[in-house]
């Protein structure tokens, strides 16, 4: 099957969410949302997620399923947010328990915070299969950028988050707390032994020097060809290199802190104090 796929990105955090629909019906699922935040003032705000919940009343979709891709560090999920208003089932990869555990002890979360993916209702593990209506959805586990990314195969399509970008920008970080470049040449691997013309769907595009236009679709073939980190045979070895050396480069993204305290519990916000407000922390020196 080829689904149908549209895209929505989000220019304050380079994000490309996506509505995945059945070619033979109204079943979608909407992959990697985004919860508009603003830092400076601590306010969300729900523009982005009203976007895709147009699209979806406005075609007469029917959500199945809101998939993570992993536990994103660049911006908020608007899963719950999506869930109240168009229903579904919230899933992501079952790793996320190692995420959880890391991430409960660097916010010091204590044990009121259930590290056992319970926030979810669905934990994939690798090899798993679920359905978009009469669509059949494989999940390939493909760690490397944290411990619990995930690859959704649908059809022709397969969602990758942040594990690979366009072919001229490259590959993700790996210098997250569980992230590891040798899982993540692996993992491209797993996605790199799919036929050639299988439609990939990146989870940011930061448009390359030299190219003009945001993208966010490629296929299989021109990432083994093309990728400037990982194509024409690149040897694990000599990628692990090149990655772990571009990593010590790079800074922390800008909603880092946020985005993990919310995304580990499934995009919800931390329970609210006892005056009723609702706080985020700010570990120091931790990250």
């Not at 699922?29 to 400076?40: E, G, K, M, N, P």
């Not at 993204?253 to 009723?276: C, F, H, T, Y």
Request: glycine content about 10%; some cysteine.
């Amino acid at each position: 099957m080829s689904p149908h796929v549209n895209a929505f990105f989000d220019p304050a955090t380079n994000t490309v969410s996506y509505v995945v629909q059945d070619p033979q019906g109204s079943s979608c699922a909407i992959v990697d949302s985004v919860l508009d935040f603003d830092h400076a003032s601590g306010r969300t705000n729900t523009t982005s997620a009203d976007n895709v919940i147009s699209f979806v009343e406005t075609n007469g979709l029917q959500v199945q399923w809101i998939l993570e891709t992993h536990v994103h560090a660049d911006h908020l999920s608007a899963a719950p947010y999506l869930q109240d208003k168009l229903g579904g089932k919230i899933g992501i990869g079952d790793q996320i328990t190692e995420v959880q555990n890391t991430f409960g002890k660097v916010f010091n979360e204590g044990t009121e915070f259930q590290r056992d993916g319970s926030q979810f209702d669905r934990l994939f593990g690798d090899g798993d299969s679920f359905h978009i209506g009469q669509m059949r959805a494989d999940v390939m586990h493909t760690p490397g950028h944290t411990p619990a990314c995930m690859t959704y195969v649908l059809g022709d399509a397969a969602f990758v988050g942040d594990t690979l970008f366009m072919p001229d920008f490259g590959t993700a970080r790996c210098d997250f707390p569980g992230g590891s470049a040798h899982d993540l040449y692996r993992s491209i691997q797993r996605i790199l032994s799919l036929p050639d013309d299988t439609r990939i769907f990146v989870g940011h595009d930061y448009k390359a020097p030299g190219r003009e236009e945001f993208a966010w679709e490629t296929t299989v073939g021109a990432q083994k060809t093309r990728n400037v980190h990982i194509g024409q045979g690149q040897d694990e070895d000599s990628f692990v290199e090149m990655r772990q050396a571009r990593d010590a480069t790079l800074g922390m993204p800008k909603l880092i802190l946020p985005s993990l305290q919310v995304n580990m519990r499934a995009g919800n916000m931390p329970e609210p104090d006892q005056n009723g407000d609702v706080m985020l922390k700010l570990p120091i020196n931790k990250l």
